[in-house]
């Protein structure tokens, strides 16, 4: 039976009341769809531990300079010559790539210093600024700046860096600089681009002093810029709001409860849930942090005598723009250290990678985890989690995970061993690239799918625009929305710099058959949305269309 629905549309001038026909009106559910899972590559040649997706569709993979030789060569037989290389000064080899998502094809790039669990952010221009490192890249600046050719590769800055940059975790800022904070035994943070003070100064953060247990447990600490311009940071189980521009904790949060750690090495994740600014003007943004999974204290320490433990099961939420902010403590399926968080288009988060046993470290993960789970913030607490279809392959330390625009979830690397190891070993190497295609992908919701017509795509704060998109059968409005997404950089189970915000709808009017024009307000603050490029999606009753790139300035 059809149904008559009807919903209001704005214009400038005059609200229209028009109806549409349709045979459903409900969100698609998922119920019956668990999502798929496609081999891209069996080999890209090298165990992709950061992975960053680029404004031109394109996605750059690094791993580390001192595993030996990698499986693809450097191109026009170049070799790379580091006299300080803790295992080859002549590697002619690769240790980065750049993967086009449009061709399936990729391209070895040439990274000089070691960029072992390094950190990174992509600058309002869409050149992505790489920190840190190990060994003679731990003070080194990288900077990719994407091309439309074959001619962009690394750049190197040796010695930009104050401090010594390993494990460390970085945030793009309202102002367009980026703040690097902490790594190992680095009880402080600095920015990028240094300022004017001479020399250039770091600055003390206590918090990470704090939270270093025997087993270190605050590495990777996490990030997350919220609306009011402060900082979140989490490190083991504590967590503050931190003004960085005076240097001073505004307030110190609830400890997560349990007590057990949750950063590096008992890697867990967190994301920030979206922001939606979809809301009427009198009603302020929430902000609110989620953070799931981990490893036991003490695990790392058994793991290196043989006793591999359970891993965490629960995951925290905390509204932390709430005046009096508490945890609330929910179950996963399965327990999960090394699982990687991405928000997706739908404004879900995929919960992928691991293991339910041991802890991060080499040869420490133990009984891998190959199914992702999605979870509904907005559901019921007990219908929140779905599991959805598992993967052939073992995703453990040194994976990696990258939201792409057409909505799939890129997943490469596992690497548990000091150097690459194929044979003889229970979690063999993985240098393969595969996808996982969320239900939303399903061809069956081709019906409802959006797809986008035309977009602006330099975007102003505040500033009125409008979005064209094409949809065979459009439900309601209130099932409608559009949404900003900041890619992330990925390296040890932190998306960092991700965010998504639900742009204000102003209004919908149909300009031609099953084509709609949708009128909205860019962002209000560069603290809800730094500047830089995002991907736009539109969503409709659940499912994306594929993302338009714009620029926010």
């Keep these: 039976m059809n149904i008559v629905v009807s919903f209001l549309i704005f214009t400038s001038h005059v609200i229209y009341i028009l109806p549409f026909i349709s045979s459903q009106v409900t969100h698609l559910p998922y119920s019956s769809n668990l999502g798929q899972w496609h081999l891209l590559h069996s080999s890209i040649g090298i165990s992709a531990m950061h992975m960053q997706l680029l404004r031109t569709n394109m996605v750059i993979m690094f791993d580390r300079t001192d595993y030996g030789r990698s499986n ?103 102002d367009g600089r980026i703040i690097i904070v902490g790594g190992r035994r680095q009880f402080n943070y600095e920015f990028y681009p240094r300022s004017f003070q001479n020399p250039p100064r770091t600055f003390w953060l206590d918090i990470l002093r704090q939270t270093k247990d025997q087993d270190e447990n605050n590495l990777y600490p996490f990030l ?42 008992s890697t867990g994740s967190s994301v920030l849930l979206p922001l939606d600014e979809n809301k009427p003007a009198n009603v302020n943004i929430e902000a609110e942090i989620m953070v799931c999974g981990g490893a036991p204290r003490n695990s790392f320490v058994l793991a290196s005598r043989g006793e591999f433990i359970d891993a965490l099961g629960t995951c925290g939420r905390l509204k932390v723009s709430d005046q009096n902010p508490s945890w609330v403590m929910e179950e996963m399926p399965v327990p999960r250290v090394m699982a990687d968080m991405l928000l997706l288009p739908t404004g879900d988060v995929v919960i992928i990678n691991g293991a339910a046993l041991g802890t991060a470290g080499w040869e420490y993960g133990r009984d891998p985890v190959t199914k992702p789970v999605i979870y509904r913030p907005s559901e019921n607490p007990n219908r929140r989690f779905s599991v959805m279809a598992g993967s ?34 229970e979690y063999p190497t ?54 900003l997404v900041a890619p992330s950089f990925t390296t040890h189970s932190f998306a960092m710099n991700q965010r998504m915000i639900v ?36 969503v409709h009753a659940d499912i994306p269309s594929s993302a338009a790139w714009v620029k926010l300035q």
């Design 72 to 174: 693809i060569s450097l191109p026009r037989r170049q070799c790379r010559h580091d006299p300080n290389d803790t295992l080859l000064k002549v590697d002619c080899t690769a240790h980065s790539i750049l993967y086009d998502i449009g061709t399936n094809t990729l391209r070895p790039l040439t990274v000089q210093t070691d960029t072992w669990c390094s950190s990174g952010a992509v600058f309002p221009d869409g050149t992505l600024v790489q920190t840190g490192g190990y060994n003679d890249g731990d003070h080194v600046v990288r900077t990719f700046t994407p091309c439309t050719g074959d001619n962009c590769d690394w750049l190197e800055f040796p010695n930009y860096l104050v401090q010594r940059r390993w494990y460390a975790s970085n945030q793009i800022l309202p």
């Design 224 to 265: 997350h810029l919220l609306p009011d311009g402060n900082l979140f940071i989490f490190a083991n189980t504590k967590s503050i709001l931190f003004n960085y521009n005076q240097n001073v904790v505004v307030r110190e949060f609830p400890e997560i409860p349990g007590g057990e750690p949750r950063n590096y090495p």
């Design 392 to 425: 052939q392959r073992p995703r453990l330390y040194h994976s990696a995970a990258v939201l792409v625009p057409d909505g799939r979830v890129l997943v490469s690397g596992s690497n548990p061993h000091v150097y690459y190891n194929f044979t003889c070993v």
């Design 430 to 483: 993985d240098l393969s690239l595969e996808a996982f295609s969320p239900p939303y992908t399903s061809v069956e919701y081709e019906p409802a799918r959006p797809r986008i017509v035309s977009v602006k795509e330099v975007l102003g704060y505040r500033q009125f625009f409008s979005v064209a998109f094409a949809v065979p059968e459009l439900l309601s409005v209130s099932v409608l929305s559009v949404r």
């Design 503 to 538: 742009m204000k709808l102003i209004g919908v009017t149909r300009v031609a058959p099953e084509t709609y024009e949708i009128s909205l307000v860019g962002p209000s603050t560069g603290e809800i949305a730094p500047p830089g490029y995002y991907l736009l999606f539109v």
